[in-house]
């Protein structure tokens, strides 16, 4: 019936979500799940991720200092996100929260209440120019407020970035 339909329909859309994600960042679905980079001790990081992880220098210890490694869920724990204003804070609690996603599960893909509640949880919560802020970081984040947002390519090497200079204390 259209129950089933509607499932399959949602099951292909969050595989072919899975599968453009890794391809943005030049991993195909053999490589990601061969396990090449296994170090035994994973912390419950995805194949896909500990590739970003060595191809970028970061070691868990270093990320264990933003997001919540080893748990069933990695999620951003860090005690503060840089940023001058609301509107750059809101734009690095999404880049990271897209970062844990991508640890955990080889997807930098959010929900919309997830990014809304680290913004609040941060103090990068603006309301009234939330949307507007969204549209003006689409080079880095794509998505709808229904369909969750995913980092592009751009929003993940801008992630990294990001990541770096809170992991390195610059």
């Known amino acids: 019936g259209i129950a089933e339909r509607l499932a399959t329909s949602q099951t292909d859309r969050r595989e072919s979500v899975s ?7 030049g991993e195909t679905e053999k490589a990601a799940s061969s396990g090449e980079v296994s170090t035994g001790d994973s912390d419950g990081i995805s194949p896909v991720a500990q590739k970003w992880m ?4 970061l070691s868990a210890a270093q990320l264990s200092a933003v997001f919540s490694l080893g748990g069933d869920e990695i999620d951003l724990i860090a005690k503060s996100v840089p940023g001058k204003s609301k509107r ?3 734009r690095h609690v999404i880049l990271l929260k897209g970062v844990a996603a991508y640890l955990g599960s080889g997807a930098a893909r959010v929900s919309h209440q997830q990014v809304k509640e680290t913004c609040v949880h941060y103090g990068a919560f603006d309301s009234p120019n939330f949307a507007k802020h969204l549209k003006d970081f689409a ?7 229904e369909s969750g947002y995913t980092l592009t390519a751009r929003g993940l090497a801008s992630a990294t970035s990001l990541v770096k200079q ?3 204390g610059e």
């Open 54 to 57: 060595s191809r970028n220098g």
């Open 88 to 90: 750059e804070k809101m």
């Open 139 to 145: 080079a880095e984040v794509s998505g709808t407020k």
């Open 19 to 25: 599968s453009a994600a890794r391809s943005m960042q």
């Open 166 to 168: 809170m992991t390195q």
